[in-house]
């Protein structure tokens, strides 16, 4: 229950974004990141809590979340997307660097080559877990 309760932060945290983007003169491009942020927050908050509740209360919820057949598809389904979007990212960077956009080229091969180190490290994480 504790780690659901850290969910409900992301509601004050939206909020404040709301007041600040109304209170606050500020320009257009921090007004669209603001707002692509509270988005972002509230939906992400409204969803963990929404998620949690549900497998507290709807027995059919909590059965088809926890299904091994159906963690099982979740995760396979996850591999194959990362592998696509390894492949897709590396596409992208190479159109980057044809087109001389060296930066965004730079930032986004960094992107792909961080991506498989990160991938051992959570991995060792969760073994641990388990």
Not at 28 to 49: D, R
């Amino acid at each position: 229950m504790k780690r659901n309760k850290i969910w409900y932060l992301g509601y004050g945290i939206a909020a404040i974004l709301v007041i600040i983007l109304f209170a606050a003169d500020l320009s257009e491009p921090v007004k669209l990141g603001l707002s692509i942020l509270f988005a972002v927050i509230f939906s992400v908050s409204h969803t963990q809590i929404l998620h949690h509740k549900m497998l507290k209360t709807d027995s059919d919820y909590r059965i088809q979340v926890l299904d091994e057949r159906n963690i099982a598809i979740k995760e396979k389904a996850g591999n194959i997307t990362n592998m696509i979007t390894l492949v897709l990212m590396g596409c992208v960077t190479v159109i980057f660097i044809i087109l001389d956009y060296i930066v965004p080229a730079i930032l986004l091969g960094a992107i792909i080559f961080l991506q498989p180190i990160l991938l051992i490290f959570v991995s060792n994480q969760i073994e641990k877990k388990i």
